[in-house]
């Protein structure tokens, strides 16, 4: 069964760039899937930041675009995000997560437990 | 992009059924069948309940269902249990590669 898991720091500067990594287990990061990340601040719905194919083809959000960098390393089965330049409204729960795609459409259909990034000096 | 549009909560007595509704535009909700329903039960990370409009992942009660008319997405929770309890946000794939995701529907059993 797919695991992800999230690891990073919990507190991030402003103006820092934070950075995270997202293990994979029981799947491969070659399997076929898209691989992603999504933020929900506190008490808040949730924002798709983007996701990326292990061959490296990769599509953002368009609000974050200009400050959002991802990459997947198939030799350690994990992939990772940095998002540059924050400030306190990137403080949420970042969830790494498996997208299932077709022709037409991908969804989420595995998530991982979230890991709660706060930007402050 | 914008988000999606669902109410902000509905609530019915157990035994109940509710209807959380998504709203987008053709080239979202009202295109393909791209939408996903998932479930986040207060301090835990989101699970799928719904793909591609109407599809149920294994292991997800048969309680749950969707559908979709139009731009509108909606879905149904049967027979409602004190378990249903959770916020719902729905989820759509665009004509640009991207994902959407609505406001969040928070569920109340009565």
């Known amino acids: 069964q797919v695991q992800l898991q999230e690891s990073g720091p919990g507190l991030v500067k402003p103006s820092d760039t934070l950075s995270l990594t997202c293990a994979v287990s029981?799947?491969?990061?070659?399997?076929?899937?898209?691989w992603g990340w999504i933020r929900q601040p506190p008490g808040k719905g949730l924002e798709w930041i983007g996701f990326?194919?292990?061959?490296?083809?990769?599509y953002y959000n368009p609000s974050l675009k200009s400050r959002v960098t991802m990459s997947a390393d198939t030799s350690k089965n994990q992939f990772s995000l940095n998002l540059k330049s924050v400030t306190a409204a990137d403080t949420a729960v970042y969830y790494c997560?498996?997208?299932?795609?077709?022709?037409?459409?991908?969804?989420?259909?595995?998530w991982g437990q979230g890991t709660l990034v706060t930007v402050s000096s | 992009q914008s988000a999606l549009t669902q109410p902000p909560s509905v609530s019915g007595s157990p035994g109940q059924s509710v209807t959380i509704s998504c709203t987008g535009t053709?080239?979202?909700?009202?295109?393909?069948?791209?939408v996903s329903w998932h479930q986040q039960p207060p301090g835990t990370a989101p699970k799928l309940m719904i793909y591609?409009?109407?599809n149920r992942p294994s292991g997800v009660s048969d309680r749950f269902s969707g559908s979709r008319s139009g731009n509108t997405a909606s879905l149904t929770i049967s027979g409602l249990q004190a378990e249903d309890e959770a916020d719902y946000f729905c989820?759509?794939?665009?004509?640009?590669?991207?994902?959407?995701f609505g406001g969040g529907t928070k569920v109340t059993v009565l």
């Open positions: 053709s080239s979202d909700v009202g295109s393909y069948d791209r």
């Open positions: 029981g799947y491969s990061l070659s399997g076929g899937n898209w």
């Open positions: 997560a498996r997208h299932s795609c077709s022709v037409s459409s991908c969804y989420v259909d595995h």
């Open positions: 591609e409009v109407s």
């Open positions: 990326v194919y292990y061959s490296g083809n990769i």
């Open positions: 989820s759509s794939y665009t004509s640009s590669n991207t994902l959407l």
